[in-house]
């Protein structure tokens, strides 16, 4: 894409897995942000779109598209590459939110680019798009207690403990990515990120 002919537009993934059966999920928290970005924007996600539930409106004072892949997660880079060329999204204007479990529950990390950390998801989307040069927010979500399995840990609801700590951390994940729309993504890396003492 010639960076004279890419649009203006925003294009904000959240990750997560459709259906009622997985909405409560650690797996999903990327899926819970955009709902409340949407919310901020007064839109609702009621177009599919090459295979994802698709929002647009303007956030941060930008155009923005947001963006659900109904592909389940490990294969979400199919519908992602396929969205971000149609609207003609420069690398450096698409912005992946996912859930780490690298990271303590709540705990927020913004960066330009960057390797997978083994999230199925973002290998799909780097191989899909051939490059891992985008931004990506991740939420942590901790790690999964004694022997269990993560990928049975990530597919668990959040405990209602939980439940109540990271319903205000995917807000001030919102709040990150409307940084990161209006004053950019070192600001918002700035204001976000938090080094573990």
């Keep these: 894409m010639n960076e004279d002919q890419a649009s203006d537009t925003y294009l904000i993934v959240g990750l997560g897995n459709p259906g009622r059966t ?13 709902d ?41 880079g ?17 912005l992946v939110i996912s859930d780490d479990i690298d990271l303590p ?6 960066k330009p680019f960057g ?3 083994g999230h199925k998801g973002l290998k799909s989307i780097q191989e899909q798009m051939g490059t891992q040069d985008f931004p990506r927010l991740r939420i942590g979500i901790g790690r999964p207690p004694g022997r269990t399995d993560p990928a049975d840990f990530v597919l668990d609801d959040f405990t209602e403990n939980e439940l109540r700590e990271i319903e205000i951390d995917i807000r001030r994940a919102a709040d990150c990515v409307l940084l ?10 700035t204001s976000f990120n938090r080094t573990a003492e």
């Design 22 to 34: 997985y909405r409560g999920n650690r797996h999903n928290v990327g899926f819970m942000a955009l």
């Design 36 to 76: 409340i970005l949407a919310a901020r924007m007064k839109q609702g996600f009621s177009r599919l779109e090459h295979e994802s539930l698709v929002a647009e409106g303007e956030l941060g004072g930008k155009k923005v598209m947001l963006a659900k892949p109904q592909t389940f997660m490990n294969v979400s």
């Design 78 to 94: 199919a519908a992602l590459s396929r969205l971000a060329q149609l609207h003609d999204v420069p690398h450096t204007n698409l």
């Design 105 to 110: 529950l709540g705990q927020l990390r913004l």
């Design 115 to 117: 390797g997978t950390g």
């Design 180 to 189: 990161f729309l209006s004053e950019g993504i070192q600001a918002a890396m």
